[in-house]
Nanobody
Framework: VQLVESGGGSVQAGGSTRLSCAISGWTYGSYCMGWFRQAPGKEREVVALVGSDGRTNYADSVKGRFTISKDNAKNNMSLQMNKLQPEDSAMYYC???????????????????????WGQGTQVTVS
C-alpha cells in the first residue's frame, strides 16, 4: 500500500488550494482515511477524515473551510482548502487505516495509531 500526496505550496491568506492523495494497493473494504497536519513545534493533528461508511469528520478549526472527498474509482482522496489562514501552514499528510474487527467504529473515534499507512507529506504555507 502506498499513499502519495500532491498539491500544496505557497498560498496567500484567504486563498484556496487542493491536496490530492493517490492511493495504490489498497484492498480493504472497511477503513478510515484522512488528512493530518503538523506545524513546526506542534504535535500532529487530525484535519479531516472519511470512512468507508461515507461519514466525514473535521477538526473544529477547519469546519466550513475544508472539504475532504474520496473518489473510489480513481483511487484518490482530496482535501479542498478554502479561506486559508496563516495558522493552516503545516506539513499535510494523508493516512489510511483498515478496520478488521466485526463491529464498525466510526472514524472520529480512531486514534492516530490506528492509521497504519502514511504518505510522505506535502507542505502548505499560507502568508
Amino acid at each position: 500500500v502506498q499513499l502519495v500526496e500532491s498539491g500544496g505550496g505557497s498560498v496567500q491568506a484567504g486563498g484556496s488550494t487542493r491536496l490530492s492523495c493517490a492511493i495504490s494497493g489498497w484492498t480493504y473494504g472497511s477503513y478510515c482515511m484522512g488528512w493530518f497536519r503538523q506545524a513546526p513545534g506542534k504535535e500532529r493533528e487530525v484535519v479531516a477524515l472519511v470512512g468507508s461508511d461515507g461519514r466525514t469528520n473535521y477538526a473544529d478549526s477547519v469546519k466550513g473551510r475544508f472539504t475532504i472527498s474520496k473518489d473510489n474509482a480513481k483511487n484518490n482522496m482530496s482535501l479542498q482548502m478554502n479561506k486559508l489562514q496563516p495558522e493552516d501552514s503545516a506539513m499535510y499528510y494523508c493516512a489510511a487505516g483498515a478496520h478488521f474487527s466485526g463491529i464498525w467504529i466510526i472514524c472520529s473515534y480512531w486514534a492516530e495509531g490506528d492509521f497504519g499507512t502514511w504518505g510522505q507529506g506535502t507542505q502548505v504555507t499560507v502568508s
